[in-house]
C-alpha cells in the first residue's frame, strides 16, 4: 500500500524554489484572499498527475483523508486526483457511491478552485448524473465557497455529455446574487460551456437576466460569441 508519507516525499522530489514563491500569490493566500494560510511545496500539475497515476491502485481511502487534511496545496490536489481515479475505476463494477460519498464528507478540504474544477464534474456530475440533484441545491445554499463552486462545476458533466441545462440554469438563477468572484467566473464559464451546446437557451436566459448578472459572469458567459452579439450583451450592464 501506498501511504501519505511515501507520496508525499515522493511529490517533494518535483518541488521548485520558483514554483514555490510563485504560488502562493498566484493562489491568493494574502490575509483575506480566498487561499489565506495555504501553503505550496512548489511543484506542476503534471507531476502531480504523475504521482497521483502511479500510487492510485495502492492507495487506502485513510491515505486520501489524510492528503486531504494537508495544510499543503499539492498534496490535497494529489489526494483530489487519487480520489478522481478511485471513483472513475470503481465506476465499471458500479460501487462508486463510497468514493463519492467520501467526496461530499471531505467537500470543506477541497478547498481551492484548481481542486473543484479538476474533480467536482468527474465525481459528482457523474454520480448524479441518473440521480435526484436536490444535493446541488442544497450545496449551493451553503455558507462555503467551495461547496458552492462543487454545486455548479458538478454540471459540466451534464452539459457535455447530455446537453442538460437544466440544472446550470436554475443554479446560475440562485449566484446572481453572489459576493464572490469565484462564483461569478464558475457560473459564466459553466454558462459558456452550455451555450455551445444550446445557444437558443442561453441567450434566453442571458436576455433576461443579463441586467442582474455580475459584470464578471456576464463576460465569462459571453466570451465565445461574435463580437456585435457580445458588445449588446455588455451595453446591457
Known amino acids: 500500500m501506498s501511504d501519505a508519507k511515501t507520496i508525499c516525499k515522493e511529490l517533494r522530489s518535483f518541488a521548485t524554489k520558483e514554483k514555490a514563491a510563485f504560488l502562493p500569490r498566484f493562489f ?4 483575506g484572499e480566498y487561499g489565506e494560510g495555504d501553503c505550496f511545496h512548489g511543484i506542476v500539475v503534471p507531476d502531480q498527475r504523475k504521482v497521483a497515476n502511479k500510487h492510485a491502485p495502492s492507495t487506502s481511502k485513510e491515505t486520501i483523508v489524510e492528503l486531504l487534511h494537508s495544510p499543503f496545496h499539492e498534496e490535497r490536489l494529489t489526494g483530489v486526483f487519487i480520489l478522481c481515479n478511485k471513483f472513475n475505476e470503481a465506476r465499471k ?3 462508486e457511491k463510497e468514493w463519492y460519498t467520501l467526496y461530499l464528507k471531505m467537500a470543506e478540504r477541497i478547498n481551492n ?13 457523474q454520480y448524479l448524473e441518473d440521480k435526484d440533484r436536490a444535493i446541488l441545491y442544497k450545496l449551493a445554499k451553503e455558507n462555503s465557497l467551495w461547496k458552492n463552486r462543487i454545486a455548479v462545476v458538478a454540471t459540466w458533466h451534464f452539459i457535455r455529455k447530455n446537453s442538460d441545462l437544466k440544472d446550470i440554469l436554475q443554479l446560475s438563477e440562485i449566484m446572481l446574487t453572489h459576493k464572490h468572484d469565484l462564483m461569478h467566473k464558475a457560473t459564466g464559464w459553466m454558462l459558456r460551456e452550455g451555450w455551445k451546446k444550446d445557444t437558443k437557451q442561453i441567450e434566453k436566459f442571458l436576455d ?8 464578471t459572469m456576464l463576460r465569462y458567459a459571453i466570451e ?14
Open 28 to 31: 491568493k493566500t494574502g490575509k
Open 224 to 237: 465565445k460569441m461574435e463580437e456585435t452579439k457580445r458588445k449588446g450583451y455588455l451595453n446591457l450592464r
Open 93 to 95: 463494477s458500479g460501487k
Open 113 to 125: 478552485w484548481d481542486l473543484v474544477d479538476a474533480s467536482a464534474h468527474i465525481i459528482v456530475g
Open 208 to 215: 433576461k437576466f443579463a441586467t442582474q448578472m455580475p459584470r
